[in-house]
């Protein structure tokens, strides 16, 4: 499989706090990749430092075999090929389903009015919110708008989609849906980068799982060695306070 993103002994401060610290790791094609760990042990920051949008205080971010902290990197054109699912949705909400698909494309991606409610309509359809297309976001429920949110990130038809806590906002009844939605996305070959406090979607649908702790990577490995027979005195601790069956 093919090396997508590389990310090699990052680090990121703020001010004196070192948030990140010597992060390595690779995301290959096809790949879904899930990054767990409590609150503050640096995940968001490192999908946000993926992303650009925070500037990694030092180390590179490979993409596709390029380094794309150089200054000859084209940052706009890096981020067209990385869609992002952020935790509180982030729609416009005086567009309507519609149009929140269709406005990025247009202006990003240079695609016609047509071509672009045509490329939107294929996702909405596939997230069930194309009956929707006609309503404002305060129209809809959280998981409606996790799912719109979603096919925005999919219409401009990136190379790997990040997800930065995608239930973390939603009532409970509303998780399923918007978990049901990306785990069909794996099962079609889409590359995901998730960052989650939902285990059993790690422990499910995930190809490696990478445990974090205050801003180091603690372990990573598949599914089945994180979850049933990790080597970390860390792991096994986080493990036992959010997987109840393990205490």
């Keep these: 499989m093919e090396k997508i993103i590389e990310v090699q002994h990052l680090s990121k401060s703020f001010g004196t706090h070192e948030v990140l610290k010597d992060i390595d790791f690779t995301v290959k094609s096809g790949e879904v990749v899930c990054i767990i760990g409590s609150s503050g042990s640096g995940k968001s920051t490192l999908l946000r430092c993926i992303n650009l949008l925070e500037q990694p205080t030092g180390g590179k971010i490979i993409y596709k075999g390029e380094n794309i902290l150089d200054d000859k990197h084209?940052?706009?054109?890096?981020?067209?090929?990385?869609?992002?699912?952020?935790?509180?949705?982030?729609?416009f909400n005086n567009h309507n389903v519609l149009s929140n698909c269709v406005v990025g494309q247009v202006k990003i991606?240079?695609?016609?009015?047509?071509?672009?409610?045509?490329?939107?309509?294929?996702?909405l359809k596939i997230v069930g919110m194309d009956q929707y297309i006609k309503a404002k976001p305060k129209q809809l429920s959280g998981g409606q708008k996790q799912r719109v949110a979603i096919a925005r990130a999919l219409s401009m038809e990136p190379d790997v989609l990040l997800f930065d806590e995608p239930t973390s906002a939603l009532d409970p009844e509303m998780v399923g849906e918007v978990l049901k939605v990306m785990k069909e996305l794996a099962d079609n070959g889409l590359t995901m980068?998730?960052?989650?406090?939902?285990?059993?979607?790690?422990?499910?649908?995930?190809?490696?799982?990478?445990?974090?702790?205050?801003?180091?990577?603690?372990?990573?490995?598949?599914?089945e060695q994180i979850f049933q027979n990790p080597t970390q005195e860390r792991t096994k601790e986080f493990l036992k306070r959010t997987l109840p069956e393990l205490a």
């Design 74 to 91: 084209d940052i706009y054109q890096y981020r067209t090929k990385l869609g992002m699912v952020f935790q509180q949705f982030n729609l």
């Design 109 to 123: 991606l240079k695609r016609t009015q047509k071509e672009a409610e045509e490329v939107a309509m294929k996702f």
């Design 193 to 223: 980068l998730v960052v989650t406090h939902e285990m059993g979607f790690a422990k499910e649908v995930s190809d490696r799982v990478v445990f974090m702790d205050q801003g180091v990577i603690v372990e990573e490995g598949s599914p």
